[in-house]
Nanobody, 115 residues
Framework: QVQLVESGGGLVQPGGSLRLSCAAS????????MAWYRQVPGKQRELVAR???????NYADSVKGRFTISRDNAKNTVYLQMSALKPEDTAVYYC?????????WGQGTQVTVSS
């Protein structure tokens, strides 16, 4: 069982920045693929960014150059630094633990970009 606890969401003006954090339980965090997804009502959950155990990253085209995913294995935490935020980034953001083993999800944190 892996527990994921997100934090850092909130209301921000267009052009602003936020950093999301996801703290994970488990003793082999460094081996996990970790990712951030987001979802808006009525739409499918979509991948925002992913980071492998080796630190390789990939991003959705819509966030490339604006968002950065990183991890601190000593703290069992993955981050999503979001900059130049747009109203279309408004969503519930979910932390995901991927391979190895089954997927786990956090409870989600709301990000609202609005003036």
């Amino acid at each position: 069982q892996v527990q994921l606890v997100e934090s850092g969401g909130g209301l921000v003006q267009p052009g602003g920045s936020l950093r999301l954090s996801c703290a994970a339980s488990g003793s082999i965090f460094s081996a996990y693929v970790m990712a951030w997804y987001r979802q808006v009502p009525g739409k499918q959950r979509e991948l925002v960014a992913r980071i492998t155990s080796g630190g390789s990253t990939n991003y959705a085209d819509s966030v490339k150059g604006r968002f950065t995913i990183s991890r601190d294995n000593a703290k069992n935490t993955v981050y999503l630094q979001m900059s130049a935020l747009k109203p279309e980034d408004t969503a519930v953001y979910y932390c995901n633990k991927g391979a190895p083993g089954p997927d786990y999800w956090g409870q989600g944190t709301q990000v609202t970009v609005s003036s």
